[in-house]
C-alpha cells in the first residue's frame, strides 16, 4: 500500500530522497500520466512521482543523484496552474498540471497506473 504525501510536505520529503537513483518509470500517452520513481539501494520503499495533464517533457529517462524539485506557476490568463519537476544537474524538466507524490513498497504493480493510490480505476 502506498502512502500519500501531504502536498505541504512534498518538499521536504524530495529532499530527504535527494541522492536516489531515478527514472521515469510508467507512461501513458492517452491520459497524459507519468510517473517517476526514486529508489535508493538497501530501501524497503521507494518514492513514486505521479504527473497528471502532462505537457513538456525534456531530459534523461533514467539518472543517479536525484536533485528533484518542484514548482507551482502562476496561474495564466484562464486560471490554470502548471507544476514543474526539475533536477538541473540531470538537465530534467516536466511541466504537467498536477502532481501527487506517494511513498510505497518497492514492488511495481503489472499496472503502474490502475488502482495506483488505492483508488477505484479512474479516479485519479
Not at 37 to 59: A, D, N, P, T, W
Not at 61 to 83: K, L
Not at 99 to 120: H, L, M, W
Amino acid at each position: 500500500m502506498k502512502t500519500i504525501i501531504d502536498p505541504k510536505n512534498q518538499e521536504s520529503v524530495l529532499a530527504d530522497w535527494r541522492g536516489a537513483k531515478t527514472a521515469i518509470w510508467a507512461f501513458a500517452l492517452g491520459h497524459g500520466r507519468l510517473a517517476i520513481v526514486l529508489e535508493r539501494k538497501g530501501e524497503q520503499e521507494e518514492l513514486y512521482i505521479l504527473c497528471l495533464g502532462g505537457e513538456r517533457l525534456s531530459g534523461p529517462f533514467r539518472w543517479d543523484q536525484a536533485n528533484i524539485t518542484i514548482v507551482t506557476e502562476s496561474p495564466n490568463q484562464w486560471g490554470e496552474v502548471r507544476r514543474r519537476i526539475t533536477d538541473k544537474q540531470a538537465g530534467f524538466e516536466l511541466v504537467c498540471r498536477d502532481v501527487s507524490i506517494a511513498r510505497g513498497p518497492g514492488s511495481p504493480p503489472a499496472d503502474p497506473f490502475e488502482n495506483f493510490f488505492g483508488d477505484a480505476p479512474g479516479t485519479v
